[in-house]
């Protein structure tokens, strides 16, 4: 292996987790990963409270 | 923090005026019923930080449409600080009635005059001052549009907080006058918030109200039958009400607006006139589908106008001398704009995959990371996002046509044909909003008051087909042009749109004629005037759509594409699968992979539809792709995409990154036939959506009949893709599925007789009980 081969090791792992952190902190903001993209929707408010709402009550 | 609520009626600029007052890029549209729920945001200007509530748009404070209990329940029981009521000034008697209702709460509100600047533009003035006198609030004139006067409107809303503010009536003087004032003393004396509000509602006999207050609304219903006379409604008090509001803002109101000349009702305004073509009986639905098309032939086809024939020197030019004119501006003819810009992205996109490939290997990288980068990731990534500028001129035509006002013409057309299915136009809303994202698109159901009919259109929305499946569109059609040399990308991508929208009629039909039983209910909706659409809401529906579709690219797609070049690249041993050499070049030999023996697996599963075990040994690309749809629809083409390096070898070998190029691979590769390619595309189309929309569904629809939505889906799919290729391949096989047509309609009929004598025994016995 290269030094070169490491750093493309090191900038895809950065890079991947990077990715899998975001989309685990949009999952849990009540954001999906569709692609229409909630702030376009008009019902953006909608999907994250009643979701937190329904964590609530159970 | 204090709290503003936004209340008004449908289309009169909540959202807009939303907009400018929170800063927000709230989706505003051009018909009732984009705002199911209500939504908050925070106006900064001020001193003070001011949550602004934006209520669903209603006509009235009764408990007729979830809207309307939405917004009553919000005002009743959050008390905002104040309430703004948006007023269309253009439709100022209509607007009022609202106002008249709202003014009987306690709770301290301000009219906010919206749409004056067209009135001006007609000619027509209202005296804010006089008006504002006659009802006894606040009245300040802006253009949520434009964001005039909107901070004057707040300034006038926080003054109005320092004086509390009792409800008062336009009724006190009617007939009904002093039945109100009894049943207020009666709810005073129980304590009751805005007694006014809901002595008024008592008399009304709301049924919200008769439940709550059962004694009250005796008392106030047998104070009525001893002292109403000349009761020219029959008792109905609900009809006396509204009768009695109208002609309070006739007398006391509407006379402040001054008319340019007297409205005849025999004249036919710009918008009229338009109707009387676009909405024509009979002409309408076929323009709509002329529209369509040309909005798809504007955005596919690589015959503009069918220019090709009559530019032939300008494409010989482009092709010899053109420099970056080549390949960009002309393929069979002139290319449309967003041919142009497709293929514009796609140079670029194929110079960073070079630039990548040449750098990679002057360092010296391993060949399997310079694999995974080069054609794993930036293979599958580029091949969607070559797209991106045709979803986004799509989308540009489609918002244009939203904001115009002619898309809310086209529910009004359709619901006499969608009324035959067995839905109302008002389903037709939530399907429009499925072309964007299926998922707004099943909540905004949540406005249509039959179940069954509810339940019926959150299982076809999927039908129509969204942004995220448009590359698997464009890919696939172009493909199909360009490997077979026949039909033209936009007719293909065109006919695709409409197959998904036959297949949801028909759904419908079978649907409300079976499990979903039942009448559609009644479409009433305003029509807004026809008027430019706003270049600011227009770029801000771009700028929305491009966003997620790249954060997308780079989140989610980006992942897949590692996973599947890993699972392409790597065999169950966890050994690397190693090179062929074919022509002096090196290739991975991906047969050996883990991702060809879990696709060679499934691939018989997807045999009736013609790209199963009938394809050679690279078959399989079609099984796994089909199936990694499901994750996220433009997973199909970055499958493709990251794939396309190792199956370069047995097809065309090009340096384009594009997805149509890597589907042109997959044909060559795999012998795919046209029949079915596109019973491919209708798979992917009419199959379960993306882990969004079917979480969005069994939200909707409930986890107990989410397994036969599931179901339904799968069989809807399997079975048309079984129909388009079967036609396409054998032609004889039409008989056979008139056949099953024929017999399946049958059977629904003889059920609906069976079902229909049933429900009328069991009337009969209630009846008789």
């Given amino acids: 292996m290269k030094p070169i081969d490491y750093v493309i090791i090191a900038l895809l792992t950065i890079g991947l987790v990077g990715v899998v952190v975001y989309l685990i902190r949009q999952k849990k903001k009540g954001k999906s990963g569709c692609g229409c993209g909630c702030s376009g929707c008009p019902h953006a408010d909608v999907c994250g409270s009643a979701k937190n709402t329904q964590e609530e009550e159970e | 923090m204090l709290k503003f609520a936004l209340a008004g009626n449908p289309n ?6 939303f907009n400018a007052l929170t800063g927000s890029t709230a989706h505003v549209g051009n018909w009732p019923g984009v705002t199911v729920d209500k ?12 949550d602004i509530v934006d209520l669903p748009g209603i006509y009235s404070l009764s408990p007729y449409t979830p809207e309307e209990v939405i917004a009553r329940n919000f005002i009743l029981d959050e008390r905002p600080d104040c309430v703004i009521n948006i007023v269309d000034a253009t439709n100022l008697e209509r607007n009022l009635y609202l106002t008249t209702q709202l003014m009987e709460l306690d709770v301290p509100m301000v009219v906010a005059l919206n749409m004056t ?33 909107v901070d004057t409107l707040m300034e006038r809303a926080l003054k109005a907080l320092q004086n509390p503010r009792q ?20 709810l005073k004396l129980k304590e009751v918030g805005a007694p006014l509000f809901h002595a008024v509602k008592l008399v009304e006999k709301d049924s919200i109200e008769v439940q709550t207050h059962p004694a009250e609304a005796r ?49 036919l305004s710009k918008s009229d006139k338009a109707d009387k073509v ?14 369509m098309f040309a909005i798809f032939h504007l955005t596919f086809s690589e015959n503009f106008l069918y220019l090709g024939s009559i530019l032939p020197a300008f494409g010989e030019w482009c092709g010899t001398e053109g420099g970056l004119a080549k390949g960009i501006f002309f393929t069979d003819g002139l290319n449309s704009p967003g041919v142009i810009l497709f293929n514009a992205l796609d140079l670029l996109t194929s110079s960073i995959g070079e630039g990548l490939a040449v750098g990679l290997d002057g360092l010296g990288a391993n060949p399997i990371l310079s694999g995974l980068v080069v054609d794993g990731i930036w293979g599958g990534v580029a091949a969607v996002l070559s797209f991106l500028p045709q979803i986004l001129v799509l989308f540009l035509f489609f918002s244009i046509l939203e904001d115009t006002g002619y898309m809310a013409r086209v529910a009004f057309m359709l619901d006499r044909i969608f009324r035959r299915f067995g839905v109302s136009g008002r389903a037709f809303m939530p399907m429009i909003m499925g072309f964007g994202c299926s998922v707004p698109a099943m909540i905004n159901t949540r406005t249509m008051a039959d179940e069954r009919e509810r339940q019926a259109t959150v299982r076809v929305i999927p039908f129509f087909s969204c942004g995220a499946k448009l590359p698997i569109l464009l890919a696939i059609s172009g493909g199909i042009v360009q490997a077979f040399g026949v039909g033209n990308a936009d007719v293909i991508t065109y006919s695709m749109y409409v197959l998904g929208i036959v297949v949801a009629l028909i759904s419908l039909l079978v649907m409300r004629n079976t499990t979903q039983r039942g009448e559609a209910s009644p479409f009433i909706m305003e029509l807004p005037t026809y008027h430019m659409p706003g270049f600011k809401n227009l770029m801000l529906h771009l700028w929305d759509k491009a966003k997620h579709f790249l954060t997308k690219a780079f989140t989610i797609i980006l992942v897949s594409c590692v996973v599947i070049w890993f699972l392409s690249n790597f065999q169950w041993n966890w050994q690397h699968v190693g ?39 690279n078959g399989w690309v079609f099984a796994v792709a089909a199936v990694l749809g499901l994750i996220a629809k433009e997973d199909v083409i970055a499958a493709f995409g990251a794939l396309a390096a190792c199956l370069a070898p047995m097809a065309f070998t090009g340096t384009s990154e594009d997805g149509i190029q890597e589907v042109v691979v997959m044909i060559q590769a795999t012998g795919i ?23 969005a569904a069994r939200g909707e629809i409930g986890k107990e009949k989410f397994k036969w939505t599931l179901l339904f889906w799968i069989f809807v799919s399997y079975l048309v893709s079984t129909i388009v290729y079967t036609v396409g391949a054998y032609t004889w096989t039409v008989a056979i599925w008139i056949a099953v047509a024929i017999l399946t309609t049958v059977g629904i009929v003889c059920y609906n007789k069976y079902m229909d004598k049933k429900e009328g025994k069991s009337n009969l016995l209630n009846a008789q009980k």
Wanted: proline share 4%; glycine share 8%.
């Fill in chain 2, 12 to 17: 009169s600029g909540k959202t807009t005026l």
């Fill in chain 2, 278 to 291: 676009l909405t024509h009986k009979w002409a309408g639905i076929p323009i709509f589908l002329v529209i």
């Fill in chain 2, 673 to 695: 036939t046209v029949p079915a390619l596109i019973s491919f595309i209708a798979f992917n189309m009419l199959t379960i959506p993306c882990f969004a929309a079917v979480a």
């Fill in chain 2, 117 to 149: 600047d067209v009135l001006e533009k007609r000619g027509d003035r209202i005296d804010v001052k006089a008006l504002e006198k006659r009802i006894g609030l606040p009245v300040v004139e802006i253009s949520a549009l434009k964001g005039a006067n």
């Fill in chain 2, 219 to 267: 008392a106030a219903e047998a104070f009525l039958r001893e002292n109403l006379i000349n009761d020219e409604f029959n008792g109905d008090t609900e009809a006396a009400i509204a009768d009695a509001r109208y002609k309070y803002i006739t007398a006391h109101f509407s006379t402040t607006l001054t008319r340019a000349r007297k409205p005849s009702y025999d004249e």
């Fill in chain 2, 39 to 50: 939504r908050e945001g925070t106006y900064k200007k001020g001193e003070q930080p001011v």
């Fill in chain 2, 579 to 617: 090179y062929i050499e074919i022509a002096g070049e090196e290739f991975a030999h991906t047969d050996k992979s883990i991702l060809a023996s879990i696709g060679q697996l499934i691939q018989p599963i997807f045999t009736p539809l013609g790209f199963g075990s009938q394809l050679n040994t």
């Fill in chain 2, 167 to 186: 409800g008062v009536s336009v009724l006190k003087e009617s007939a009904l006058g002093s039945a109100i004032s009894n049943a207020e003393i009666a």
